[in-house]
């Protein structure tokens, strides 16, 4: 017979174990991490994350579903491609169809029928590079929909409050990325006033399955870096962002920034370097010690008719793929290699069918998470930099 204790039905944000007999219910943390290898040659690890949707190892590529959807592919097609995680847009959902009507659906997770860890961004990137309109206040953002035209008012406690409604496993900050380049003087306000909007944002955080994690900002500034970095940490969150990256700065540049801001961050909490997804740069930061990325490029590519293979990029629009009756990529395990030739993808596209740009979308994401396994793996044996260097060749890549 079950003993009769008030503890019995423990809320999933909740976990119970006995101590001497004693009965011990603590909270559950939204997010574990766990480092199992750190690299011998460069500041690379691998590591564990759990989540309530399940765990996920890292270093890792996160595809992007904007609008509840990885655009032309299914969760079916993610699920097997080894999609371990995947982001959606705050802001296109907050517009359509509407976070309350998500919320209804059961959250993003029933909503899209996709059973894995799902993270969303804060909205505030689209704020800024949508908007033809705006004005940033002390309260939030003032600034247009870019549909309608309406006016439309965005904080740091409605960031979150939509975020909630969501359901991701992990949520972000609300904050300016600011242009590049921009003054010492505009990076010094902008960094403060993002710094005081986490606060908020911490403050108006409501769900405990959710982590809520902290953007670092500063531009190519190494002091405003290091501020942001520390003072994020003092405020305390379970995950750490770059931000401002990829935001019209050189290659060089960004790596500086990277490296501005990672080293104040604890080596126990997951690092995320948001919207970067080329060959290079997924190198660059694996190496300094990120563990999560996501991109539109590969998708977006695929729709223009670029395939990322293992011998370059391939633009299979070209001429002399119209006879060429060989698979895409011959080292590649997905759905479209094993099934369509060169010949077939480039008339797809150049009549612009869109299962053409559904096959190459599952044949990109399905290349940089291979990448990903390969780079783990790499770690794993201590080989990163020869990994590295393969790629690198075959990419044509300079340091």
Same mark, same amino acid.
């Given at each position: ?240 962002? *770059?931000?401002?990256? =990829?935001?019209? @700065?050189? %290659?060089?540049?960004? #790596? &500086?920034?990277? !490296? ?118 790499? *770690?794993?044996?201590? =080989?990163?930099? @020869?990994? %590295?260097?393969?790629? #690198? &060749?075959?990419? !044509?890549?300079?340091?």
């Amino acid at each position: 017979m079950k003993p009769d204790f008030p503890f019995q039905k423990v809320p999933r944000d909740f976990f119970l174990f006995t101590y001497f007999g004693i009965i011990i219910v603590m909270k559950k943390e939204a997010i574990e991490f766990k480092i199992l290898k750190k690299s011998s040659e460069t500041k690379a690890r691998t590591a564990v994350m759990t989540t309530p949707h399940g765990d996920v190892k890292t270093p890792m590529f996160m595809p992007v579903g904007t609008l509840a959807t990885v655009k032309f592919v299914s969760p079916e097609e993610l699920y097997d491609i080894g999609s371990q995680f995947i982001l959606s847009n705050t802001y296109h959902c907050w517009l359509r169809p509407g976070e309350k009507i998500i919320e209804a659906a059961g959250g993003l997770h029933k909503f899209m029928n996709y059973d894995g860890p799902i993270l969303t961004d804060s909205g505030g990137f689209q704020v800024f590079s949508l908007a033809q309109m705006r004005n940033i206040k002390e309260e939030g953002v003032y600034f247009k929909n870019h549909l309608s035209g309406d006016k439309l008012f965005l904080s740091p406690e409605k960031a979150i409050e939509i975020q909630n409604s969501l359901g991701a496993d992990i949520i972000m900050s609300f904050d300016e990325c600011p242009p590049f380049p921009a003054t010492y003087e505009y990076m010094k306000d902008s960094v403060d006033r993002t710094l005081r909007w986490a606060i908020r944002g911490k403050e108006a955080h409501k769900r405990a399955d959710q982590a809520l994690f902290g953007i670092v900002q500063g531009g190519e500034f190494e002091d405003l870096r290091e501020y942001s970095a520390k003072e994020l940490v003092k405020i305390g969150f379970p995950g750490y962002a *770059i931000g401002g990256t =990829s935001v019209g @700065e050189d %290659k060089p540049t960004m #790596y &500086k920034m990277i !490296d501005y801001g990672i080293k104040y961050l604890p080596e126990d909490k997951p690092r995320y370097l948001m919207g970067v997804g080329t060959v290079d740069a997924i190198f660059a930061g694996v190496e300094r010690g990120i563990d999560m990325f996501d991109c539109v490029l590969p998708t977006r590519i695929a729709r223009h008719g670029t395939a990322m293979t293992t011998l370059g990029n391939l633009n299979i629009r070209n001429k002399k793929f119209e006879e060429d009756f060989s698979t895409l990529d011959e080292n590649c395990d997905c759905y479209t290699c094993k099934n369509y030739t060169k010949a077939y993808l480039r008339h797809l596209i150049k009549a612009n069918e869109g299962l053409g740009m559904r096959l190459l979308s599952i044949h990109n994401l399905r290349f940089l998470l291979k990448l990903m396994e390969e780079i783990r793996e790499s *770690i794993n044996n201590d =080989s990163f930099l @020869e990994l %590295k260097e393969h790629y #690198y &060749k075959i990419y !044509d890549i300079k340091e």
